[in-house]
């Protein structure tokens, strides 16, 4: 599985469940559930990919083809080594180590703010509180902050944090977190309000504090960019139990976008009046096959891959049945990845969807063995 093809699955994964988040659950008041919903979606993103549903689809299936495939000269492979250094993925691990980087400066800054506090300070972090005692309205701050400490909140915190530094290019994570942060503060919220005597009364206790700002990576008593949604979901009437339903609703979501990544198939076992075929025929794929393949490995022997090759043509769902070694895999899924469109299978007429699978015995001698 390349990188480009996981990150947009995952991408893909996140935006949607995200927007199935503010469509149908931003305003209800089921706080615990909304919370297990985003940390599930974002977890669930990150495995989208290799959510591998295809073995519940039953395909026509072509004649595995065996082929022994020559690997270039070792003359050539400094030119390839050269071309292997994509800029593009330069650019995103050189983003990873920048955001790595400011991640470790964020956890450092909370931990010199846990052991040298300051006055006004009022912010949790894993089980540590941080609360100026001279504050007003101390017992319902200490309240809140319970919350956020036995709820860990700051887990949710690290792990969406943990999730940007290898998608800090993808805004959507950023949204994860405010959404998280803001799901936290009506949870403590929620609580805290039993300590005074109205909701009414907790709200202009938040509009009325004036309080340092907490370290980005804590939980915060007063947070100004949060506080105007905090006073409205206060005020919002508590939904009823009855609109649990919709979360229902993302069980089907889910199968949707396994499905997307699966691919769409045909619903039958009957064999295919035409198999799909390479453009050209069988010498025409070996042809494609030994102009591109690179010197990525001294080790000789075959490596299956199977893929499904489309209506349209195109090739999806390749993946290594048989290993052979790691650079070897690659290249193998790369060749079969750039082909050229294929001629689909025929049934009964039709372009249909096919499996198809093929062996390829890399041979370092630079020889074709006669089959």
């Known amino acids: 599985m390349g990188l480009e093809y996981y990150f947009l699955w995952s991408g893909v994964s996140l935006v949607i469940f995200y927007l199935f988040y503010m469509l149908l659950l931003k305003r209800e008041t089921f706080f615990v559930f909304n919370r297990v919903y985003l940390l599930g979606a974002l977890c669930l993103s990150m495995l ?42 330069l650019v995103y691990w050189i983003g990873v180590v920048l955001s790595a980087t400011r991640l470790f400066i964020k956890i450092a800054g909370v931990k010199k703010q846990l052991t040298l506090p300051r006055d006004g300070d009022a912010f949790s972090f894993w089980k540590t509180k941080v609360i100026d005692r001279k504050l007003s309205g101390l017992a319902v701050i200490d309240a809140h902050e319970n919350i956020h400490v036995k709820q860990l909140h700051t887990f949710d915190l690290l792990l969406v944090e943990t999730v940007g530094v290898f998608f800090w290019f ?72 009855y609109r649990r339903w919709k979360y229902v609703l993302c069980l089907p979501l889910i199968a949707v976008l396994c499905s997307f990544n699966t691919s769409g198939i045909t619903g039958n076992n009957d064999k295919v009046d035409q198999s799909a075929s390479f ?16 010197k990525v490995s001294g080790k000789n022997g075959r490596v299956i891959v199977s893929f499904v090759v489309q209506a349209n043509g195109e090739i999806s769902n390749a993946k290594v049945e048989k290993s052979l070694d790691e650079a070897s895999d690659k290249e193998a899924l790369r060749l079969i990845k750039a082909c050229p469109k294929w001629k689909p299978a025929l049934q009964n007429g039709e372009k249909v969807n096919s499996a198809y699978q093929i062996a390829i015995n890399f041979n370092s001698d630079n020889q074709i063995d006669k089959q």
């Not at 202009?204 to 506080?227: E, I, V, W």
């Not at 050209?280 to 393949?293: T, V």
Request: glycine share 4%; net charge positive.
């Open 170 to 241: 993808n805004p959507i994570v950023y949204a994860y977190r405010k959404s998280l942060k803001l799901i936290h503060e009506y949870l403590a919220d929620e609580y805290a309000c039993n300590f005074t005597a109205s909701k009414k009364q907790y709200a202009m206790l938040l509009f009325l504090q004036n309080l340092n700002a907490g370290p980005t990576l804590a939980n915060t008593f007063y947070n100004t960019s949060l506080l105007e949604s905090r006073i409205k979901m206060l005020q919002r009437k508590r939904s009823n139990h």
């Open 279 to 294: 453009p050209g025929g069988f010498d025409a794929f070996s042809k494609y096959l030994i102009d591109n393949a690179k």
């Open 48 to 89: 989208m990919p290799f959510l591998d549903l295809s073995w519940l689809l039953v395909l026509p299936k072509a004649e595995l083809i065996t082929h022994t495939l020559a690997v270039v000269g070792a003359e050539k492979l400094g030119n390839n080594t050269e071309k292997e250094l994509n800029w593009v993925t």
